[in-house]
């Protein structure tokens, strides 16, 4: 076919609607889109060495062509990558859809010093520079008792930090069945190597005794660490020293104790005590039961069971915390303004009184059965009223995620779906693809939602994603 048939770039970039769209993208963006459809159009129709098109579209029809690809290019290129989704899985903490929701108060704080400039590392007082470290020590010493605190980036961050500061080059003492690894392939041992702190392990997987740690200790010990298991657990024939009588042991040699919690519990706020959040949660460590025992140092996650941020947070003895502020590595793992900002509100909620209330883990934790029970009746009432499926409300478990509380589920009630002509595993990749899209769970065959992960304000736009869906 006659190359001269096909539009320039400068042609089709004068049409009246490519100009519109340049007022939004920029005159670079759209000569690249151009650029980008007019070689699809030359592969297409043969340009450049195949002429066996037999009915080649006139120049209009070609430029309309381009404006349509270049308008959907542009889309594609300027779409983030990063979007809400809808979490049906009834996975609280679930890593992989971005764990923690912010509670409201945490949004706002967001805003305001994302807006315009704060005092991240000014003295207002002094009128002179400042610490950002210091940022949230206050609300964090309150609901700890923790002498002082410090925040970097993740707990991941914090054990490192915390090893490096107080043990490189010297010994850490770690039962064997503690040697965890975590999402992503991160492993204490390996944490421990980058730190330049020496690993010497104590006891078994299965069972540790504090005779063990007591053995272990010479004069290279640094410290004594304790790792939670947050993401699995050992069952059967086991043993595992009290906190209290690693303290003991401790202070006896004047070795400090360090305790890697990773989940971040706090405990259950006020007004959820006794309830669903209780009962899930019972058995987890916080930092306020592990300082009041007479740990040195703890480390703990912001944005699993808090509730927050990402962040990894380090509460303990005074002199021990700025040794690790200190550190050179600290510049590298510190937060910024945003962290902070949220990391503050959240803890505000808790400091407050209200966290139960209005920070989304806990009140979803919180949430009841019948309540829960209650949205899904009437989603599956809904969704049975427009003719497109079958549902049945069933009983089912909502997971606590996050790597925290293997194990432990929370009852909930699951909306069961079934699509005419739709298996379950193609109304999942539709909902997934959808706007905003929907992740939920396949069991016994068929599609299920669980609502306790889901905001209530949310339900409609569930009920209108699967509508969308069904119809593809």
Sequence with gaps: MDRRVIPSVEQVRQRPAVRT???????????????????????????????????????????????????????SMTRPSLVPVLNATGVIVHTNLGRAPLAAPALASLHAVAAGYSNLEYDLADGRRGA??????????????????????????????????????????????????IGGGFRVPEVMSQSGAILREVGTTNRTRASDYAAALCERTALILRVHRSNFRIEGFTEQPSVASLVEIGRAHGIPVVEDQGSGYLGPPAAAAGGEVDRALAGEPTPVASLAAGVDVVCFSGDKLL????????????????????????RAVRVDKLAYGALEATLAEYVAGRAARTVPVLRMLGATIDEIGARAERLATRLRQSGRFETDV???????GGGSAPGLEVRTRLVAVSAAGLAPDRLDERLRAGSPPLVGRIESGRFVIDLRTVPADQDETVLAALLAAQRG
Excluded: C, F, W
């Design 21 to 75: 769209l340049e007022g939004t993208y920029g005159r670079d963006a759209i000569v690249t889109a151009i650029r980008a459809e007019v070689e699809i159009i030359k592969a297409r129709l043969g340009a450049g060495g195949d002429d066996t098109v037999d009915a080649p579209p006139g120049r209009e029809d070609l430029l309309a062509a381009l404006e349509q690809g270049v308008a959907a290019r542009l889309v």
């Design 132 to 181: 950002r470290d210091l940022h949230a020590e206050r609300l964090l010493r309150t609901l700890t008792g923790a002498e002082a605190a410090v925040v970097v980036n993740n707990n991941a961050a914090a054990t490192l930090l915390i090893l490096a500061s107080l043990a490189a080059g010297r010994e850490v003492i770690v039962s064997r069945g503690e040697l965890v690894e």
């Design 307 to 330: 509730g927050g941020p990402q962040a990894g947070i380090v509460v303990g003895r005074a002199a021990l915390v700025a040794r690790i502020r200190r550190h050179p590595l600290m």
């Design 394 to 400: 069933i009983d089912g478990a909502s997971a606590v």
